[in-house]
């Protein structure tokens, strides 16, 4: 198991960015296909970006063009630069592989809100 710690969450109006970090416990990480996640009150955890070993990313429309995952292999970490953040994009998020069964870290709270 890997372990992933997330931050960078917090309170941001309408329109604002934020940039959350993602720290991986192992380097294995490396080789696998890492996303962030998301999971609104009431609602699944759902999949909003995912990049692959190689660098290839992949987005939700919901958050097509205002989102972008990246990785630092040397770091050991994945971030997601948000921008143009809305109300509906109020989640904890999390990161965790794409694909692989992991544990779930605590994940990181960001609240979009005037």
């Known amino acids: 198991q890997v372990q992933f710690v997330e931050s960078g969450g917090g309170l941001v109006q309408p329109g604002g960015s934020l940039r959350l970090s993602c720290a991986a416990s192992?380097?294995?990480?490396?080789?696998?296909?890492n996303g962030w996640y998301r999971q609104a009150p009431g609602k699944q955890r759902e999949l909003v970006a995912s990049?692959?070993?190689?660098?290839?990313?992949n987005y939700a429309d919901s958050v097509k063009g205002r989102f972008a995952i990246s990785r630092d292999n040397a770091k050991i970490t994945v971030y997601l630069q948000m921008n143009n953040l809305k109300p509906e994009d109020t989640a904890v998020y999390y990161c965790n592989f794409v694909g692989r069964a992991n544990t779930w870290g605590q994940g990181t709270q960001v609240t979009v809100s005037s």
């Open positions: 990049i692959t070993a190689g660098g290839s990313t």
């Open positions: 192992g380097s294995i990480f490396r080789i696998y296909t």
